[in-house]
C-alpha cells in the first residue's frame, strides 16, 4: 500500500503570500496525482489531476507540479477563500490513498 | 449537470445493519467508477473502496474489507455502502464520488452510532 505525506501539518501564510504545499508518495505514482480542497461542512473539491492538470472552474492561482515520488501544490496569492485544508491522493495503484491533509490557514 | 445525490443522516445503535445509497445523474453512471470515502469527526479523507456498476467489479482497500460492502444497482443509477453490524468507531461522515480522479462528490451522509 503507498503511503502519501503531505507537509506542513499547519501552512500558516498572510494573504497575497505565496503558499506551497508538499506530498510525498511512498513510491512512485507517475503522474496520477489529485489535490482537493475542503473547506468546514462541506465535501471536498478537485483542484488538480493529472500532478499539473487544473480542474473545470479553479482558479488560476491554483497549480501544480511534479512526477514520481514529489509533488507540489502551490497558491501564487492566497484569498481568503483558499484558507481551507488540502489533501493530495494518488490513484495509481488501489487502494487510492489520501495524504493526511495540510491546513493553509491565516 | 451531473450530481450525486445521498441518502439522509442516519442515526443508529450498535449492532444494528444500515445501507446509504448514492444516486448519480447526468452522466453515464454504469461506465464510471464511484467510490466511498470516510471522514471521522474532525480527521482527514480515509479511501473506502470503489465499484464499476457496469459489471459491479468492486475494490476495498484492506483497512475496510471485511467490514462494509459495496454495491450498485446500475438500473436505477445507485450506488451503495452497507453494514451488517455497526460499531460506535463507524461514526463518520461518508461520502461518494465518481472517478477517479474525483470531480463530483455526493453531498456526505453522516452515520451516528451510539450503544
Known amino acids: 500500500e503507498i503511503v502519501m505525506t503531505q507537509s506542513p501539518a499547519t501552512l500558516s501564510v498572510s494573504p497575497g503570500e505565496r503558499a506551497t504545499l508538499s506530498c510525498r508518495a511512498s513510491?512512485?505514482?507517475?503522474?496520477?496525482l489529485a489535490w482537493y480542497q475542503q473547506k468546514p461542512g462541506q465535501a471536498p473539491r478537485l483542484l488538480i489531476y493529472g500532478a499539473s492538470t487544473t480542474a473545470t472552474g479553479i482558479p488560476a492561482r491554483f497549480s501544480g507540479s511534479g512526477s514520481g515520488t514529489e509533488f507540489t501544490l502551490t497558491i501564487s496569492s492566497p484569498q481568503s477563500e483558499d484558507f481551507a485544508v488540502y489533501y493530495c491522493?494518488?490513484?495509481?495503484?488501489?487502494?487510492?490513498?489520501f495524504g493526511q491533509g495540510t491546513k493553509l490557514e491565516i | 449537470e451531473v450530481q450525486l445525490v445521498q441518502s439522509g443522516a442516519e442515526v443508529q445503535k450498535t449492532g444494528e445493519s444500515l445501507r446509504i445509497s448514492c444516486k448519480g445523474s447526468?452522466?453515464?453512471?454504469?461506465?464510471?467508477?464511484i467510490a466511498w470515502v470516510r471522514q471521522m469527526p474532525g480527521k482527514g479523507l480515509e479511501w473506502m473502496g470503489m465499484?464499476?456498476?457496469?459489471?459491479?467489479?468492486?475494490r476495498y482497500s484492506p483497512s475496510f474489507q471485511g467490514q462494509v460492502t459495496i454495491s450498485a444497482d446500475k438500473s436505477i443509477n445507485t450506488a451503495y455502502l452497507q453494514w451488517s453490524s455497526l460499531e460506535a468507531s463507524d461514526t463518520a461522515m461518508y461520502f461518494c464520488a465518481r472517478g477517479p480522479p474525483y470531480d463530483y462528490w455526493g453531498q456526505g451522509t453522516l452515520v451516528t452510532v451510539s450503544s
Open positions: 491522493q494518488q490513484y495509481n495503484n488501489w487502494p487510492y490513498i
Open positions: 465499484i464499476y456498476p457496469r459489471d459491479s467489479d468492486t
Open positions: 513510491q512512485s505514482v507517475s503522474n496520477n
Open positions: 447526468g452522466y453515464s453512471f454504469s461506465n464510471t467508477w
